[in-house]
């Protein structure tokens, strides 16, 4: 089984309607991420959290929320999805060494209609 | 300007032949140097990291950065077929709770 799992992999919904993308690990980390990935865009921050109680607005967080409802477990939501939010999201992990290197799930591909 | 630039490419390479990734930077602040390579519908994975000035080697890969011209390279000898793959650049601070920037990616093709 994968370290980082994001559910659902695929999704296509329609302007207005509320999603949300899920995340655990398995690797016993306290930080997690939320990135989205457009093409020309590179990785961009949502939101992170570096313990269950702490959340933190990454560079483009404007139409979206989290919740980390425990360790293991990062939730993103869109409260109401417009077209410019489709894209790649993904989550990470990562513990507290010099490197800070990311774990990465699969991804999960949004379309927003 | 971005804080870190990256060609996109993309690149297509004969099998064999060395490859050269760059980025460069503006945030003279960074410290830790990364490479991801990211395959086709998979997360990035961090491939190698260096801390401030110097070069590292990994196999057919090195990883070299120069600070005084804020510039980082990936050199890749003997290109296979598997290294086809997105390769983004990535660097923060040495402050424990800064965040990674990433650049935009290179996509490369390794021609058999």
């Known amino acids: 089984d994968a370290d980082v799992t994001q559910t659902p992999r695929n999704r296509i919904t329609k302007t207005g309607k509320r999603i949300m993308l899920e995340c655990s690990q398995t690797?016993?980390?306290?930080?997690m991420y939320w990135y989205r990935q457009d093409p020309g865009l590179g990785l961009r921050l949502i939101y992170y959290s570096f313990d269950v109680k702490d959340i933190n607005k990454g560079e483009i967080s404007d139409g979206y929320s989290v919740s980390r409802q425990a360790q293991a477990k990062f939730s993103l939501s869109l409260e109401s999805a417009i077209p410019n939010q489709t894209a790649l999201y993904f989550c990470?992990?990562?513990?507290?060494?010099?490197?800070?290197?990311?774990?990465f799930g699969e991804g999960s591909r949004l379309t927003v209609l | 300007q971005k804080e870190v630039e990256q060609d996109p490419g993309p690149l297509s390479v004969p099998e064999g032949a060395i490859v050269s990734l760059n980025c460069t930077y503006s945030n003279s602040a960074f410290q830790y140097f990364m490479w991801y390579r990211q395959y086709s519908r998979k997360g990035p994975e961090l491939l190698m990291y260096t801390y401030s000035s110097g070069n590292k080697e990994d196999g057919r890969f090195t990883a070299q950065v120069d600070k005084s011209s804020k510039y980082i390279s990936l050199f890749i000898r003997d290109s296979q077929p598997s290294d086809s793959a997105t390769y983004l650049c990535a660097m923060r601070s040495n402050s424990g709770n800064e965040k990674l920037t990433f650049g935009t990616g290179t996509r490369l093709t390794i021609i058999p």
């Open positions: 990470a992990t990562s513990d507290q060494v010099n490197t800070g290197e990311l774990f």
């Open positions: 690797k016993g980390h306290d930080r």
